[in-house]
């Protein structure tokens, strides 16, 4: 029987890939903001989905091959993570 799974996608740049937003919020914001210690920021795009699917891990196939087939991201630049659990 189904059951409803909140699926989180996470889209990032890739580590070698610049990140002109993340550098922005932490030279403009986080450092002027007196946090020094904080060494860098990495920004990313976060998706929420509610799936109707078998178990957690149904529900993960299913967003990957959405994300993939729609193109939701691009693999050639970005990272895409895709976890659930239970709604």
Same mark, same amino acid.
């Not at 210690?37 to 078998?54: D, E, F, G, I």
């Not at 178990?55 to 994300?67: G, I, P, W």
């Given at each position: 029987? !189904?059951?409803?799974?909140?699926?989180?996608?996470?889209?990032?740049?890739?580590? &070698?890939?610049?990140?002109? %937003?993340?550098? $922005?919020?932490?030279?403009?914001?986080?450092?002027?903001?007196? &946090?020094?210690?904080?060494?860098?920021?990495?920004? !990313?795009?976060?998706?929420?989905? $509610?799936?109707?699917?078998?178990? %957690?891990?149904?529900?993960?196939? $299913?967003?990957?091959?959405?994300? %993939?087939?729609?193109?939701?991201?691009?693999?050639?630049?970005?990272?895409? $993570?895709?976890? !659930?659990?239970?709604?």
């Amino acid at each position: 029987m !189904a059951q409803k799974f909140l699926v989180q996608v996470i889209i990032e740049n890739k580590p &070698y890939i610049n990140d002109p %937003e993340g550098e $922005t919020i932490h030279r403009d914001l986080v450092v002027k903001g007196g &946090y020094s210690q904080v060494k860098s920021v990495r920004a !990313a795009k976060m998706l929420k989905m $509610t799936v109707n699917a078998n178990s %957690e891990k149904d529900a993960e196939k $299913t967003v990957q091959k959405l994300c %993939e087939e729609l193109r939701i991201f691009n693999p050639v630049v970005s990272n895409c $993570t895709v976890k !659930a659990s239970k709604a």
